[in-house]
């Protein structure tokens, strides 16, 4: 079976996309006519990107039986110059309340996410992007 995302103008440059679960995500862009009233669809990838390890990470890390709490990802990235503008170097910068003790254990879910089970992640790396990581356990 086919899965499909249906992606409608609805002024200027402004569009939604409804994809197979029925949510709807909202793009726009600051380019001419935009009105930059919601995220760019290259924005998104890098939501994709941060959910989608981020997700990976907080449930490897729960069946570790990890202690931790106010659990966030920043992302920092470079573009290329020329066009298409994308993405050259992304680093995820995981920052959780957790103890020291737990960095090993943190650091091989952020390990086993990156390299097994994050679709995005794998795709950026296969479109030749640098993906790196630090922790900044609070």
Same mark, same amino acid.
Do not use: W
């Given at each position: 079976?086919?899965?499909? =995302?249906?992606?409608?103008?609805?002024?200027?440059? *402004?569009?939604?996309?409804? &994809?197979?679960?029925?949510? !709807?995500?909202?793009?726009?862009?600051?380019?001419?006519? &935009?009105?930059?009233?919601?995220?760019?669809?290259?924005? #998104?990838?890098?939501?994709?990107?941060?959910?989608?390890?981020? =997700?990976?990470?907080?449930?490897?890390?729960?069946?570790?039986?990890?202690?931790? !709490?106010?659990?966030? =990802?920043?992302?920092?990235? %470079?573009?290329?110059?020329?066009?298409?503008?994308?993405?050259?170097?992304?680093?995820?910068?995981? *920052?959780? %309340?957790?103890?020291?003790?737990? *960095?090993?254990?943190?650091?091989?879910?952020?390990? #086993?996410?990156?390299?097994?089970?994050?679709?995005?992640?794998?795709?950026?790396? *296969?479109? &030749?992007?640098?993906?790196?990581?630090?922790?900044?356990? =609070?």
């Amino acid at each position: 079976m086919e899965n499909k =995302i249906l992606v409608k103008n609805v002024d200027n440059y *402004r569009l939604i996309g409804i &994809g197979p679960s029925g949510h !709807s995500v909202i793009m726009d862009s600051n380019y001419q006519n &935009g009105t930059n009233s919601a995220a760019s669809p290259m924005e #998104l990838i890098l939501h994709a990107l941060a959910g989608c390890t981020g =997700i990976d990470v907080l449930s490897i890390m729960n069946k570790m039986k990890v202690k931790y !709490s106010t659990f966030e =990802i920043e992302i920092t990235y %470079k573009n290329s110059v020329e066009h298409p503008k994308v993405y050259t170097d992304i680093n995820l910068i995981y *920052r959780m %309340k957790a103890d020291e003790g737990y *960095r090993a254990n943190i650091t091989k879910a952020i390990e #086993l996410s990156e390299n097994k089970y994050c679709s995005v992640s794998a795709m950026l790396k *296969r479109a &030749g992007v640098n993906l790196s990581y630090d922790i900044k356990l =609070i």
